[in-house]
């Protein structure tokens, strides 16, 4: 079938029972997922069968990929990879200009789940896209399970574990991101948290175990009517554990030599896989657990490589909305023609460096800076008489500039009184502080350079 007659062609999903208002059967019949109950050796059954050239099946692992997704640690540094990229707003530009039609359309809801779900190719292998225009008309899109898609031979699968199905480019608007045959940074990841939660589920029965006092009843060998009074006594005196025995029946207990030795060995290894965990997702651990030991230079330098991890998946989205969605904005009605997809310069930055080297720049290369960059770049809200108190700062500075001058001598009777004598040199030229020039300077004659001369007649007398 020719793209030109699918082109309203769409791929829907559900289970064997039809949803209200459904017109025909769902093109994928989804299966429930296997979870728990999982260790290495199911790990690495799982892996040799997605690894297989000719027979490859990948329904196993995935289904192990969303088993171990509800890890709190995983699920935490799996998010702080979607976030980070997502707190980072994309803007489209045409010559260096934010173009709003464009930029409308990155602002609404299906673009923050479309971010994240071209992250998700990184950590599943790959993520297969169907866009489309809702009845709001606007663009939306659909993720086409996992499971269901053979990403080599680009088929879907109507039930999971089938090996043909028709391609996918038989549907209009498809968007495939990732490697055919990537298993994804999760494959990685598993064996840790295989073992984490192994390790948990023992350290939760030793907590059990050897946490909680034992209640010790006793009962007369033979006594029958004691044995059912002991045991209706234990079970209405609580949840502790009990031990019921007759009295000639030795018991003992036998405790472990170190309970917390042996407590410290479970939180170790637990400890150990989520740093593991941590430098697989973010490359540091520093970041994301609570140090003994380090430095904050040593912290800085792992926000440094996490910053470079930030600016790899950056780069990752932006060759998928440059190159690969292309022609699905055009199909969408978007026209992305002679522009670029661009994420901003990062707002989290060492001000108080930044600022220095503002400063630098200023006062050694004497670099004209603007205002507005400075107010955006510190997070200062610009007042609203902003001229008016700009020009009163560059007054007040100017006048302290002149007074401050090394050449001003004050003298008695050097004030805005006038003497009643007309000054001879301001007579000549009222523009200039003298024509003779070693007069000593005063203020009264320097700022009556920066006025012009009023009219005064010594004999008028004021009316009011």
Not at 98 to 115: A, E, M
Not at 184 to 210: C, H, S, T
Not at 336 to 345: A, L, N, R, W
């Amino acid at each position: 079938m020719s793209r030109k007659n699918s082109k309203n062609k769409r791929i829907t999903t559900g289970g064997l029972r039809p949803l209200p208002g459904q017109q025909q059967p769902s093109t994928i019949i989804l299966s429930t997922p296997k979870r728990f109950g999982i260790d290495i050796e199911t790990f690495m059954n799982a892996v040799r069968s997605a690894d297989n050239i000719d027979y490859y099946r990948r329904t196993r692992l995935l289904d192990l990929y969303e088993d171990i997704a509800i890890d709190t640690h995983l699920t935490s540094v799996m998010n702080r990879r979607r976030d980070a990229v997502n707190a980072a707003q994309v803007s489209f530009k045409r010559n260096g200009i934010p173009d709003d039609s464009v930029n409308d359309q990155l602002k609404s809801p299906w673009f923050g789940r479309l971010i994240a779900d071209i992250i998700d190719a990184k950590f599943y292998g790959f993520s297969l896209f169907q866009f489309y225009r809702d009845e709001h008309g606007w663009i939306n899109y659909d993720l086409i399970p996992r499971k269901h898609v053979d990403p080599v031979r680009r088929t879907i699968m109507r039930r999971q574990g089938e090996i043909s199905g028709p391609s996918w480019d038989e549907y209009p608007n498809m968007l495939f991101v990732g490697q055919p045959r990537d298993l994804g940074m999760l494959l990685k990841a598993a064996p840790w948290v295989i073992y984490k939660r192994n390790d948990v589920a023992d350290w939760a029965q030793f907590a059990e175990i050897f946490g909680m006092p034992i209640e010790d009843y006793t009962y007369d060998t033979g006594d029958e009517e004691a044995r059912a009074r002991v045991i209706k006594d234990a079970q209405e005196a609580g949840a502790l554990k009990k031990y019921i025995h007759a009295r000639d029946v030795e018991l003992q207990l036998i405790e472990a030599g170190n309970k917390t030795g042996s407590s410290d060995l479970y939180e170790g290894l637990c400890e150990r896989c989520n740093k593991e965990i941590s430098k697989l997702f973010l490359g540091n651990t520093l970041t994301t657990e609570a140090q003994t030991t380090g430095t904050q230079a040593l912290g800085t330098v792992h926000k440094k490589e996490e910053d470079q991890i930030l600016k790899a998946d950056q780069n990752f989205v932006l060759n998928v909305l440059n190159y690969d969605m292309a022609d699905i904005f055009a199909a969408m009605g978007v026209n992305t023609q002679g522009g670029m997809f661009t994420f901003p310069e990062p707002k989290y930055i060492d001000l108080t460096a930044k600022s220095n080297i503002l400063v630098q720049l200023q006062s050694n290369f004497r670099l004209p800076i603007s205002d507005d960059y400075l107010y955006e770049t510190f997070g200062i809200e610009k007042p609203k008489n902003y001229n008016e108190m700009k020009q009163q700062i560059e007054d007040n500075h100017l006048l302290q500039q002149v007074l401050s001058s090394p050449g001003i001598q004050f003298h008695e009777g050097d004030d805005d009184q006038d003497d009643g004598q007309e000054d001879p040199e301001v007579r000549n030229d009222d523009r200039t502080l003298s024509r003779n020039h070693e007069k000593k300077k005063t203020v009264k004659n320097i700022l009556r350079s920066f006025f012009a001369r009023a009219p005064r007649d010594r004999g008028a007398v004021l009316e009011w």
